[in-house]
């Protein structure tokens, strides 16, 4: 077969395939033009979650007639001044969003540059543009996008239902908002305003804490702290949440380069490095992080939607990064990172009962003074000799007994003994957490939220395989969550399979759900969290899972918030009845997350380490 020059149009479509995957990416495009072209109010229309129409209007410099028939060429753009890939200022710069938008939907273009007294528009269809007609418009731009994907109807097929397209453009115009504080952006869905961020006033650090606390809400602004740092040619700054605030996956990790959102692999590492340690697994921070590079020092051109980068000194960055993390951690506050070891808790604990004992009676304690710091310690006195014989008092320390000692169990009911299985009997609990059971030849130590989780989450899953609706417990008072709107279509979207796991949930107002029913099995538990919990993790699976994976990822969410407590003291008959479960139980040697859920050490193991073998 010959090699032939393909056809404008069929480029374009080509190139669109690339840029444009549904409507958040036009209107990703579309924006940022207006920002480009200095806008200080962007306002968005959306029909039909977008695929209908989709409009961008701007009050930006606009364009004349000219520039208009230019605009929709391919490889057509003001951007790129001194044609240098090297030296890019703008966040667009290909030239190829206009042409690869209206290869693939209806675009019609007006404009009106700054000082001009006449308007005008231009249309393309199907890759064909028509004549620059004069137009009334005032000053800025409009540029209005219909029947997107008409002329390849596949792709229309990979689209979401009109809410959850809705949610995505939502989502997108929030984390180019994040990056622009003093540009005021509108989205309207069908006639509906579902965002409205005004333009925040003052210098850019305040008016970016201002656009952060807008967009992912005060209880993160509450519950994180500033990070600053720089270098030669690279300034960080930024927000990012306390240890003990996170979520179940990484979507509100919001990252710019110069002003750009990416999603890029090595900034996103060295968030997990700087949390390292300080941070659950499998749990994310939140955080809105600014990186300004010198555009000398990092390629934009890697990516046909721009969102990955290419640092020239990654590592660098990487460093300085993470360096800016731990610092700012490290400064906020106790609960935010463990500092002290064992040796530190026990010292503090056995200064604080001393410092009691002394205030009640000085008798054989006195003060000591040292260069480093000045505390009372314990000093055993020579006391009163009788009989050759050293009298010492015992000193008890209750509050440091009952933490760190071992609740021992009851003896197990003989009927207990007849049913034991290779888990052995429960003989104790240890800090409310591990359960010590003994075989014949080993002793056990199980965890026991990690053991209960995979039993619930086997019996949620056998309940869905046989059909059966899990059994629900009626909300005296229904719970009314509070999400984001790509949150609540993410749960709404499953409606149908929680409640057959027992979780009734509805739609409730613009941004809410309110949860009616919960799974009995759950008792007593943060409904909030629990929902929070379940977005997160639908968000997290995007297409690329099986309707069954998902189904057990639900389950296991459930299960999580159903379980057993680590920190929950148990009697000697529920120690026993959780050991004869897991015993009963498939998959029960690990929890829902991979982790263990019991340890064996043999007997013969315990000998050799006292070498009685």
């Known amino acids: 077969m010959a090699i032939r020059v393909l056809p404008s149009n069929l480029v374009n479509q080509i190139a669109a395939g690339e840029v444009i995957e549904r409507p958040a990416s036009v209107l990703k495009e579309l924006v940022e033009n207006a920002i480009d072209a200095g806008a200080h109010k962007i306002e968005v229309s959306l029909t039909g979650g977008g695929k209908n129409m989709l409009s961008v209007a701007d009050d930006g410099c606009g364009m004349s007639p000219d520039e208009l028939d230019l605009a929709v060429e391919r490889h ?11 030296h890019i200022n703008f966040l667009g710069f290909r030239g190829e969003a206009l042409p690869s938008i209206g290869s693939v939907a209806r675009l019609t ?33 409009r540029i209005e996008v219909r029947d997107l994907f008409y002329t390849t109807p596949a792709r229309l097929k990979f689209l979401k ?90 979507l509100s990790e919001f ?60 590592g660098a960055v990487r460093g300085l990064l993470v360096g800016a993390i731990r610092n700012a951690l490290s400064l906020g ?14 010292t503090q604990q056995i200064l604080a009962e001393t410092e009691r004992l002394h205030s009640v009676s000085m008798g054989p304690y006195h003060a000591v003074h040292e260069p480093s710091r000045d505390f009372r310690r314990p000093q055993m006195p020579l006391g009163n000799h009788t009989g050759g014989r050293r009298s010492t008092p ?44 003994q075989t014949e030849d080993s002793i056990v130590i199980i965890d026991q939220h ?66 009616r029913e919960i799974p009995a099995l759950l008792g007593d538990t943060d409904i909030k969290k629990l929902i929070k919990d379940l977005s997160a993790e ?17 389950c296991a969410t459930i299960a999580c918030h159903g379980s057993v407590r680590a920190g929950r003291a148990l009697n000697i008959e529920e120690m026993n009845r959780l050991l004869r479960d897991m015993e009963k139980t498939e998959h029960s040697g690990q929890c829902n997350h991979g982790r263990p859920t019991y340890v064996k050490i043999k007997l013969a193991d315990i000998e050799k380490l006292f070498e009685r073998r």
Not at 80 to 85: G, I, S, V
Not at 184 to 207: I, Q, R, S, T, V
């Open 161 to 250: 239902a009109d809410a959850a397209e809705t949610a995505q453009c939502v989502d997108m115009l929030q984390r180019i908002a994040l990056a622009n504080p003093h540009i005021a952006f509108y989205l309207y869905a069908d006639g509906k305003k579902k965002l409205a961020l005004n333009a925040c006033d003052g210098e850019l650090p305040a008016a970016r804490r201002q656009r952060i606390a807008d967009v992912m809400g005060a209880e993160f602004k509450e519950n994180s702290v500033p990070i600053t740092a720089q270098n030669e040619f690279c300034d960080i700054s930024g927000l990012v949440s306390l240890p003990t605030y996170h979520k179940a996956n990484s």
């Open 255 to 314: 990252l710019f380069v110069n002003n750009r959102p990416v999603r890029d692999k090595l900034i996103l590492g060295a968030i997990k490095g700087a949390y390292q340690d300080m941070m659950m697994s499998g749990r994310y921070p939140l955080c809105a992080i600014f990186i300004h590079v010198n555009p000398r020092y990092v390629d934009v051109n890697v990516h046909p939607t721009k969102a990955e980068v290419r640092f020239y000194d990654g």
């Open 333 to 346: 506050g106790q609960h935010s990172a463990d500092t002290g070891g064992l040796e530190h808790l026990l």
């Open 109 to 141: 273009i007006t404009s009106r540059k700054q000082g001009s007294g006449e308007g005008y528009k231009i249309s393309v269809e199907n890759g064909e543009k028509g004549a620059v007609e004069p137009a009334a418009i005032s000053s800025g731009t």
């Open 450 to 515: 990690a053991a209960h989780e995979r039993i619930t989450m086997e019996h949620l899953k056998q309940s869905m395989q046989k059909h059966e609706r899990v059994p629900a417990q009626m909300l005296l008072i229904p719970e009314v969550v509070e999400l984001s709107l790509l949150e609540k279509e993410n749960i709404l979207e499953y409606a149908d399979t929680l409640a057959e796991l027992g979780l009734a949930v509805e739609e409730f107002g613009a941004t809410a759900v309110l949860v």
């Open 394 to 437: 015992e000193i008890n320390l209750p509050e440091l007994e009952n933490q760190y000692s071992v609740r021992v169990a009851d003896a197990p009911l003989p009927q207990t003994v007849e049913q034991v299985g290779e888990l052995g009997l429960a003989k104790a609990q240890f800090h409310n957490t591990y359960i010590i059971s």
């Open 538 to 554: 639908i968000a997290e699976w995007g297409s690329a899972y099986a309707l069954t994976d998902k189904i057990h990822h639900i």
């Open 76 to 86: 057509a753009t003001s951007k790129l001044p001194d044609d240098d890939l090297f």
